[in-house]
C-alpha cells in the first residue's frame, strides 16, 4: 500500500510540473528561432516575435514602445554590429502566470563585431533580464522587456573584460 502511495504521489508530482516544463520547451524553442533571426540580422524575423504592443523598461526607468524598441534593434543588428554575429538565449527560470503568460529570466548572450577608432573589435556580452511572452494564435510573442540587470552585466572587447561595461 505505502509503495502504490508513493508510486501515485510521484505521478501527481510530475504532472504538477508538467507544463511548466512544457511552455519552458515552447518557449526556448522560440528563443532558439529568435538566436537565429538575429545571427542571420533578418530584421523582419526578429520584430515579428514582439506583440504590436511589445514595450521595454530600462533600468534606470526608461520606457520604449514597440516602434522605438524596433529602431533600436535595427540600429544594433544592422548599424553598430558586423557580422558574424551570434546570439544565444539561456532560460534560467519561469514564472508561469497563466496558461497564456509567462515571465521568464534569461541569459542573453551576444557576440559580434564593431568598428571603434577605425579598428574592428570583437565585442561579447551578457546579460540577465525579464521577458513576459504571450501565447497567441500565432504561438508565444514577446509583449514586455523589464528587469535588465546592467548591475551584473559582463562584456568584453577583443577578450579584454571591461570594467565599465
Not at 117 to 136: A, I
Request: hydrophobic fraction near 40%; charged fraction near 30%.
Amino acid at each position: 500500500m505505502r509503495r502504490a502511495l508513493s508510486a501515485v504521489l510521484l505521478v501527481l508530482a510530475a504532472c504538477a510540473t508538467a507544463p511548466d516544463v512544457r511552455i519552458q520547451k515552447e518557449i526556448q524553442a522560440e528563443y532558439d528561432r529568435l538566436a537565429s533571426a538575429s545571427n542571420r540580422q533578418d530584421i523582419d524575423a526578429v520584430l515579428s516575435f514582439r506583440l504590436p504592443t511589445f514595450e521595454a523598461f530600462g533600468p534606470q526607468g526608461q520606457h520604449n514602445n514597440a516602434a522605438e524598441m524596433a529602431e533600436y534593434t535595427r540600429n544594433w543588428l544592422l548599424v553598430q554590429n558586423k557580422p558574424p554575429i551570434d546570439v544565444k538565449f539561456t532560460i534560467q527560470s519561469v514564472e508561469l502566470r497563466s496558461e497564456k503568460e509567462a515571465a521568464v529570466k534569461v541569459l542573453q548572450r551576444a557576440s559580434r563585431y564593431q568598428d571603434r577608432e577605425g579598428k574592428r573589435v570583437h565585442v561579447e556580452h551578457e546579460v540577465v533580464q525579464r521577458e513576459t511572452w504571450v501565447r497567441t494564435p500565432q504561438g508565444w510573442k514577446l509583449r514586455m522587456v523589464d528587469q535588465i540587470d546592467m548591475a551584473n552585466r559582463k562584456r568584453w572587447v577583443d577578450g579584454q573584460l571591461q570594467t565599465n561595461p
